[in-house]
């Protein structure tokens, strides 16, 4: 093993980040309205190799990473998923495979159970079958995600499903629960939507009222207690809706890393949102030199950047003033507390842009995250 930079030796100064999220390929074939991806996507030619992501993964064991999440896009899009995973497996690193389902037969899900996946994160899109597939912006996804959920199962892997709630399914929260139980899932994942990227372009269509969501939170909390022992229930949330921020990745440059499908290391997905910052790329820099001295990394790391009311608030050490991307996109300025709580001085223009998002009826009509924009399905 080489030997570690002097900060991350010294744990009280900076310790290895616990999980990776690598986003294996923007491809896609669904079309989420709230996807977490840029809007502009990576092209398939700009992709890192197989021994690209090979390299990376060994250096982030080396470091002390455990967990690494295969993501995309749809991860299943890259014909070398299982050469990936056996690798990882080989370095010791948990596999997290975050999938849409669709590109996976039921041979695949053997073979990637194979070759050591650990878990399996599966997305739904509604309860309701032709939603879901409007959602999703493609005929079909929802019968082909319910076989997905049974391959995983029978080829023993734990199964999570993920859903992310907005206007055209936040009535459905609880059935989305009933469903995950159905599917044979361990655990849900029930998560509001977040309003970066795809979703921001769309926050018009996807906003939920105040009272659809006060009744979602209520539902899937009440779920939580009745299910308590039939399954895990982790519930994200509504941002608009709050009053304090969520720690966004457990801080920045703290816990985790997310690398690009061109290989930039980013300390969370929407971090190319704030301008100057300065990434580095894995295919130019080690994982363990990225984690320590890049200047994104660094950019809000300590306590020197926290602006008032976090500088004297108890709270920074639990929430770090909240999400830098969220700060920058409401108030123009990343260093600033995250509007979402109730004590920065821009909170008023949250509830504005809740209220101006209100539901006015009807199918919402979304921007469908594509590379290339083609029909949505009906
Ligand atoms: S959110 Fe939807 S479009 Fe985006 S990667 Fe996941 S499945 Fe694909
Ligand atoms: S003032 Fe800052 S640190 Fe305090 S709760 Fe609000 S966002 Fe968090």
Redesign the pocket.
Known sequence: MTSLPERLDSPERLAAPVAILAELTHRCPLACPYCSNPLALDPREEELSTSDWTRVFSQAAQLGVLHAHLSGGEPAARQDLALIITHCASVGLYTNLITSGIGLTQDRVRELAQAGLDHAQLSIQDSDAPSADRIAGYKGAFARKQAVAEWIVQAGLPLTVNAVIHRANISRAGKMIELAVRLGARRVEIAHTQYYGWGLLNRAALMPSRAAAEAAIAEVEALKKTLAGVIVIDHVIPDYHAS??KACMGGWGKRGLNVTPTGKALPCHAAETIPHLEFWNVRDHAIVDIWTNSPAFNAFRGEDWIRE??RS????T?????CRCQALALTGDARE??P?????PYHAKIAAIAAQNEDAGGAPIYSYRRMKQREPAE
Request: proline share 15%; net charge neutral; glycine share 10%.
């Open positions: 304090y921020p009311p976090c608030c108890p709270r920074k639990i929430d770090y003033g909240g507390a995250d979402v709580c109730h004590l920065s």
